[in-house]
């Protein structure tokens, strides 16, 4: 997998990094066919905003959260991002999606 995180206007430490990677853990075990993440996060003057794009064989999940404090930010994101990925597998999982129940004809 391939994670790249970067900065707009702000300096990614090696704390925020590591919370980064902490934070998306718990998704990774829900869904492991994930194939790379690409985490912004964003200054722009009072607003702190984290964005998330998720890859995944199929599609790519994306994830936006703006607040007053980054952290904040990026808490929110990754449990926008965990249902996101939940409801995802599900639906890749579900195989009798698209099925039309059995009509029963009555009265013959």
Do not use: C, W
């Not at 194939?35 to 009072?46: D, I, N, P, Y």
């Not at 599900?90 to 009509?103: I, T, Y």
């Amino acid at each position: 997998m391939n994670l790249q995180i970067s900065g707009h206007h702000i300096e990614v430490t090696p704390a925020l990094r590591e919370y980064v990677e902490n934070k998306l853990e718990p998704v990774l075990r829900h869904f492991d066919k994930v194939t790379g993440v690409s985490v912004v996060l964003s200054v722009e003057k009072l607003k702190q905003q984290a964005e998330v794009t998720l890859h995944v064989p199929g599609k790519d999940i994306h994830v936006e959260e703006a607040g007053d404090d980054l952290y904040a930010a990026i808490d929110a994101m990754f449990d926008k991002l965990d249902r996101q990925v939940q409801k995802y597998k599900q639906k890749v999982q579900d195989h009798h999606r698209g099925e039309k129940p059995s009509q029963h004809l009555e009265g013959e």
